[in-house]
Structure formats: C-alpha cells, structure tokens
C-alpha cells in the first residue's frame, strides 16, 4: 500500500537520516545493488564445466540442468502472487533463503563435501537457486516501476542493466575473494545476493507517486554512473585478458567497480537532503494550515462498501472477453487471454530462448573452439557488459524514440531479435575472434528483449497487477530454452561428440567427459536458433502493427493525472489566505 501521510509526517518531523533511510531515492539505491546481485544466472557459463567434469555429465545433460536454471529464473508466477498479498520485505526475505539454499547444495555437491546427488537433485537445487531471481526482481523492480511510473522505461533500463552487469562485476570480485577456483564461485553467488536482499530488506516499498522536478535528470546521472561501471568492467576484462594479473591486481580491481557501484548514494543523498530542507521549511511555516482533499470535477465519491458491493458484482471470469483499452490497467486473466500477449509469448519463446541457449553454452562453446578457460571467462564477461548496454539502450534510447517520434516500442524488439540472429550465425560458422563479435551481440540483444518486454507489458496492460503479469511475461522462455537448449543443441552437440569418439575408435563407456572439440559442433545447431530469431523477429512485427495507434498517443496521461490528484490532496492552505489560492504543497 502506498505510503500514508501520517508516514510523510512522522518523516518530516524526524532527523535526516530517518529521511535518507526512508526516501524514495536511497530506496532507489537499494534496489540498484540488489539487482547487481540477481544476475548469477548468467554465470553458469563460467562453472558449468566443474559441474560437468566433477559429476561426469554429458552435454545433454548439462543443458537439462541449465534448462532447469532457466526454468527456475523465468518462472516468477509464484513470487508475483506473493507480492500481490504480502508485503514486500516478506518477498525479499523468501529470495534471499532460496538463494543461498540452492547454491550453497550446488557448491557442497561440485566440492565433493556430499555424496553425489541423482540429476533431478542438481535440476531441483539451480531451480530454487535460480528462482530467488524472481523474488529479488518483484521486490525491488517492480516496486520501482510503482514509484516512478511516468520515467519507467528509463527505470527498467537501469534496474535491468545492473542485472546484466552483475556477471562482470561478481567475475571481478571472485577473482578478488577466492583466485582462479571457479567452484568458490558458486559459494559466492549463494551468499552475496542473499546478504544484500537481507540488508535492504525494510527500505523496499511502494510509496505515493508524486511531483519531481529534477526527476529525468536525476536518471541520467544514474546512467552516466552506470555507464562508468559499465566501461571499466570491460576495460578490466580487456586488461585481465591481456596480462596477466596478480591477487593483489584483481582486490584492486574489485575496489575499483565496488567505488562505481556505490557512487549512486551519493546522488540519493543529495537529493533526500534537498526534499528534507523543503520539508522542514514548510514545516516551520509560521501559519497554521488547514489540508485540502482536491478532487476532479465531475467525479463521484462513493463509499467503500458502495464500492465493495459493486466489486463483488463482477466475477474475475464475466469480463475475460470485455478487455479494457490498452494502458488501462487489465485484470491477470484478461492480459494473458489477450492476443498482445500470446504475440509476447510467442516472441519470447524465440527471442528469450535463443539467448539462453547461447549463454548457457558458451563454456562449450569456447571449448571446442580452443579457447582456454581464461578466454570462456572473457566471453561470460562480454556478454554480461553488452546485456547491459542492450537494457540501457531499450531503456533510454526507446523512451526518447517513443516520446519523440512515437515509435512503437515492439519495433525495438524485432531488431534486437535479427540482431540476435546475426550473433547465433556467427558461432554456426566461425571465424577468428567471431565468437568475441557474437558475445557481444547475443548479449546486447538478450538485454534490450529483457527491458523492452517488461515495459511493454506495463504499457500495455497496466500497473495494477504488474508484479504477476510481468513475471508471467518470461514464462515462454525457459519452454524455448528446453526445447532449443535440450533437445536442439544438447543433442545435435552430443551427435558429432560421438563422430568423433567412433572416428577414434573409443565408446561412451571409455570416457567420463563427452567432449566435442571443432567447427561442426554447433553449427547446425546455431543455424536452427538463427532462424528462429528471424521468425521471432517478425512475429514482433505482427505486434508493432497491432499497437501502433496506442503508441502515437499519450500513454502517460493517466499518471500525470494521479500525480496532480496526489498533490492536490496533500495541498498546503494557510488559513488566512484561503481565498487566495494555495501556499505550496507537500508531496511524499
């Protein structure tokens, strides 16, 4: 529930620091580190080889556990439910537990300190790991989409964006804690995210939408921070390939990208300090106030059991047919009924699916190509860096086209899924340094479909049961992973590593580790994930044709609205200047 004024006050009366805990923009801060933590399942490129090595998987099964992880990060219907009934701290706390349980089995099975586990285990542990994702995405993300609904498009680009960095900057700081033991990693991405969901638990809330002047450029100093990070994880990654670096390099290293990460309370303090000195000065007003409730003219107050009454009239399934306008806030049945929406999943299940895929075998990947396993480190890196920029770029760049020159956003989305498919043809058919070209590519892609289908769905069917609807939003993605990942890639990967066995004379029983090494062993494969993102890409296309007219309109309108209807309910009148007009007011 929103934030009541009783709160704004106690708030006002307190001390800065009450206010800095409190406000809206430290919360903002939060949420930034909590999802810079929440993107540790874009490393499992980097330890998958110790699972596979140490439990003597095939690559077929090695992509069920991944498709697994998939499952568990996309699948976050349970989490938006949650959130719809409890409050958000609760969500958090579930995240946080979840988290650390799934990784920390996952490291006591790679480090041998339990007896090895049947692969459903190891499938059940990365999904409860990979799931708490969800939890730390509908904390946090969505309650910042709440809070500041008119610049959501710029917020979900940051917010995503750190998800997309987290790869790079939990690469550097494991390098820092534990070297070179790729299994510590595992044991790092159990304990961090979950300490950062606990740490912030209570700052996590949804408050009243209210008026900031300075709001937009306040996101672009953000961005300009994160931009930062962003260009020194890949300056860092570029050095670390190059030379070679000490322990004490990586600890400074790590220094180095935990100062940009931080650097945003610095912004968040500035701009709590200039709300609170506008509140303590109202609140020293000489005159005594009387507060006005503002409404609009022509609407009808009614009562809450008048409401109520009316509420209980209409069943969740009379009105599945009579969906309201686009942008109006849709009920969870209605939205996925919709055609806007099978059209989403659609394009999800390729789009998303692809992505996946690509990321989940890029340790075999640069494998079979020859690559050490600095360089496979290089390419998870890569990947993290440009998912960033991908986000960022749909996040800011989009909402620019959008208010400029009324752009549908799913455009967006349809290039960035050809440009997914150029990256898959890339690794199909190799060349020297391609697979550093396509890192790139698949990352920048997988991160702009992320933010554009989390701000579409939004736009499109409302924020009312947003914290469901945009975790149902990825649910056709782990499908497109399992059957791209599993029985696509894993299989035809598995196919030419037996060629090669039975060319050398040897059986599956002879080797613990089936292992392809050269040019075939994915390219009919990334040929299929090619073309699926091309029909991926025009279905998107079918999507733009549909909401164009919505997208040439004013889709902000309703909360410009909400955030005058705020302000005027919490005006300031003196009293003896009632007539003549207001004194200023007081937004949360």
């Not at 450029?217 to 260009?231: D, Q, R, T």
């Not at 060349?431 to 997988?446: D, K, N, Q, R, W």
């Amino acid at each position: 529930m929103p934030e009541t004024a009783t709160m704004a006050g106690r708030s006002c009366s307190g001390s800065f620091l009450v206010q800095l805990i409190w406000g809206r923009w430290f919360m903002m801060f939060s949420a930034f580190l909590i999802m810079a933590g929440a993107g540790a399942t874009y490393l499992f490129g980097v330890y998958s080889k110790q699972i596979k090595a140490t439990l003597g998987y095939d690559q077929s099964t090695l992509n069920l556990i991944g498709t697994f992880k998939d499952l568990g990060a996309n699948v976050g219907v349970l989490s938006g439910l949650i959130a719809e009934v409890t409050p958000i701290w609760f969500v958090l706390l579930i995240g946080s537990l979840m988290n650390f349980g799934g990784y920390f089995m996952i490291w006591l099975t790679v480090t041998e300190k339990i007896p090895k586990p049947t692969v459903w285990q190891m499938c059940l542990y990365i999904c409860i790991g990979a799931n708490s994702q969800n939890f730390a995405n509908t904390g946090s993300l969505v309650t910042c989409v709440k809070n500041f609904p008119e610049g959501r498009g710029m917020m979900l680009g940051l917010l995503k964006g750190y998800v997309g960095l987290s790869g790079a900057v939990f690469t550097q700081l494991y390098h820092a804690i534990y070297g070179d033991d790729a299994k510590s990693l595992i044991l790092l991405i159990a304990w961090l995210p979950a300490g950062l969901s606990i740490i912030f638990i209570f700052t996590m809330r949804i408050m009243q939408v209210s008026k900031h002047s300075r709001e937009i450029k306040v996101f672009y100093h953000y961005l300009c921070i994160s931009v930062a990070l962003a260009l020194t994880a890949m300056a860092l990654t570029v050095a670390q390939r190059t030379v070679s670096f000490s322990h004490a390099a990586y600890i400074g290293s790590a220094t180095l990208v935990c100062f940009w990460l931080f650097l945003p309370l610095i912004i968040a303090i500035r701009e709590e300090y200039a709300d609170w000195k506008l509140r303590k000065q109202s609140q020293n007003h000489p005159s005594s106030i009387v507060i006005h409730k503002i409404t609009q003219p022509g609407k009808k107050q009614g009562t809450a059991k008048e409401d109520l009454s009316e509420n209980e009239r209409v069943s969740c399934w009379a009105n599945i047919c009579d969906k309201p306008d686009r942008g109006e806030d849709y009920t969870i049945l209605q939205a996925l009924l919709s055609t806007d929406m099978l059209i989403l999943f659609l394009a999800t299940f390729c789009g998303l699916g692809c992505s996946l895929t690509a990321v989940d075998n890029l340790g075999q990947i640069g494998e079979s190509l020859g690559y050490p396993t600095k360089t496979i480190s290089t390419f998870v890196s890569l990947v993290s860096i440009w998912n960033y920029f991908g986000r960022v770029f749909a996040g800011f760049v989009s909402e620019i086209i959008l208010l400029n020159y009324k752009i549908p956003r799913p455009l967006i989305m349809s290039l960035a899924l050809f440009l997914s498919a150029i990256g898959d043809l890339l690794i199909a058919f190799p060349l020297p340094g391609s697979v550093y070209v396509s890192s790139l590519l698949i990352g920048f892609a997988f991160g702009a479909q992320l933010t554009l289908l989390f701000t579409i769905i939004s736009e499109l069917f409302g924020l009312k049961y947003y914290s469901t609807l945009f975790n149902c939003g990825q649910l056709a993605s782990p499908l497109g992973s399992y059957i791209l990942n599993v029985q696509i890639v894993g299989r035809l990967y598995d196919r030419e590593a037996m060629k090669q066995l039975a060319h050398k004379g040897m059986s599956r029983s002879m080797v613990k580790d089936l292992t392809c090494i050269g040019n075939r062993c994915f390219r009919s494969s990334f040929a299929i994930l090619a073309g699926t993102n091309i029909f991926g890409a025009f279905v998107t296309l079918i999507l733009v044709a549909r909401t164009r007219e919505f997208y040439r309109g004013d889709i902000y309108k309703r909360f410009r609205q909400q955030k005058a209807e705020n302000q005027g309910e919490m005006a300031v009148i003196p009293k003896e200047s009632k007539e003549g007009g207001t004194s200023g007011d007081q937004g949360s």
